[in-house]
């Protein structure tokens, strides 16, 4: 049996198949996908996390993107079998499945390298809006930029908010040491914002009360499980710690090394041909990372622009399974969607002493991407940590001209 059909009896079995059956049923049952744009919800820990999507058809191949603000995630792998849908989440190893109504879609969003990471995932045609703005109230103001506590237990993890509004409609992203919340959209109902995301492997909610002192006081929802709290005071001045400061080379190593296999089994090291006399850039990265993706994109599209610069990419990457083969089934599809040009090596899993064991010159790894610059001579001249991408629009392009300007430089040498 496939294991799409696996996943609908694992539903039945859970309890979770009445429900889903019973409304699939309520409406007429296709195996026909509507075009359009569709409104969609993961449904958990007792909330909606709803996000748009739309729905395009060419000679009979369906091709659906995730709409997050600006953002177009293109899911073009889909498959239908009599009346049920199933797609697969872009490069993530997530997939949808679902009963196909003439104008509903009731199902499941699965991660597929967890174990029991199942959640309720339903969908309607229509432009229907992301929230629905329910107050008369005058609309508060979350312009701006705001220094954000997100507190878990006794733990505060500080971060940037940037939204944007524009009368009802809110946009924006969190910053955080280790990266970004990538592209939020909703809106913002009286004293209240909303703001979602939907990439494929990431659900997020955030909800924000303007309070009487103009502070904020906020929950945050991620996937099956994950609730904190979080507050937020306005503070164009907040900075936080240097990206380049949060990991370095320990003493004792004076040199960078690398010596990982690629998907084609080769090893591959630093003292190959291909690297002699060239400036190297070390992406540790994950498939399943969506900020590695938005850093991708972008080292992608800097190589195809600067050719004939002496300038190489090499990608480290650590899965969830410590598993060759699931490895390279991910880096060759990722290598796929993202037309990259460059080696993907794999380097181990996520778990601490896998990652200690790959890079043993680093004092740490604390974020994914992490990002090790090496000049003409392999000497580590610079570590970034995290990535802030294009939905943090200032901060993306500050990082953007950074890196060129450094490339610059290395090149002079």
């Known amino acids: 049996m496939k294991q799409s059909g696996l996943i609908l009896l694992l539903i039945i079995s859970l309890g979770l198949g009445c ?21 969609g919800a993961i449904r958990t820990q007792g909330i909606d996390i709803p996000f748009q999507f739309d729905v395009q058809e060419n000679d ?8 997050n603000d600006s953002e177009r995630i293109p899911l073009d792998d889909i498959s239908i079998s009599n009346d049920s849908i199933h ?22 969003w699965v991660k597929n390298y967890a174990d029991d990471y199942i959640v309720p995932f339903e969908a309607k045609l ?57 592209f939020l959209e909703g809106v913002v109902d009286g004293e209240v914002m909303k703001l979602s ?29 994950w609730h904190q709290q979080w507050t937020a005071k306005h503070n164009d001045s907040f900075e936080l710690p240097d990206p380049y400061s949060l990991s370095f080379i320990k003493e ?3 040199t960078f090394e690398i010596n990982f296999p690629n998907t084609e089994g080769k090893q591959i090291q630093l003292t190959d041909e291909k690297y002699k006399d060239k400036i190297v850039v070390v992406q540790v990265l ?39 083969q699931y490895a390279i089934t991910r880096i060759n599809r990722m290598k796929s969607k993202l037309d990259i040009n460059y080696e993907i090596l794999i380097a181990g899993s996520t778990q601490k002493e896998s990652k ?30 995290g990535f802030s991408g294009p939905g943090t629009g200032y901060y993306y392009e500050k990082y953007v001209e950074e890196f060129n300007l450094f490339m610059d430089k290395l090149l002079a040498e």
């Open 87 to 108: 797609v697969p989440m872009y490069v993530f190893d997530a997939t949808i499945h679902a009963k196909i109504g003439k104008d509903k879609l009731v199902g499941v």
């Open 197 to 225: 995301c939907f990439d494929g492997t990431h659900a997020y909610l955030f909800e924000a009360t303007l309070q009487e002192n103009g502070e904020i006081s906020g929950e945050f929802w991620s996937g099956k499980s």
């Open 19 to 39: 429900d889903i059956k019973n409304k699939a049923e309520q409406t007429e049952s296709t195996n026909y996908l509507s075009i359009g744009i569709w409104r």
């Open 286 to 324: 994950g498939t399943w990372c969506p900020n590695c993706l938005d850093e991708t994109s972008f080292f992608v599209d800097w190589q195809k622009r600067n050719k004939d610069k002496k300038v190489e990419f090499i990608g480290l990457a650590f899965e969830y399974k410590d598993d060759p």
């Open 126 to 182: 229509g432009d229907i809006p992301r929230f629905i703005v329910d107050s008369s109230a005058p609309v508060a103001n979350f312009e701006g930029e705001w220094e954000v506590d997100f507190i878990e237990e006794k733990t505060v993890e500080k971060a940037i908010g940037v939204f944007k509004q524009s009368g009802n409609r809110a946009t924006g992203t969190f910053l955080l040491s280790t990266g970004d919340y990538r």
């Open 252 to 254: 004792g190593y004076d």
């Open 356 to 385: 200690e064991k790959a890079l043993p010159m680093l004092n740490r790894i604390i974020s994914f991407p992490t990002t090790i610059i090496l000049d003409k001579h392999h000497k580590v001249r610079k570590i970034h940590v």
């Open 60 to 67: 009979g191949k369906y091709t659906i993107f995730l709409i």
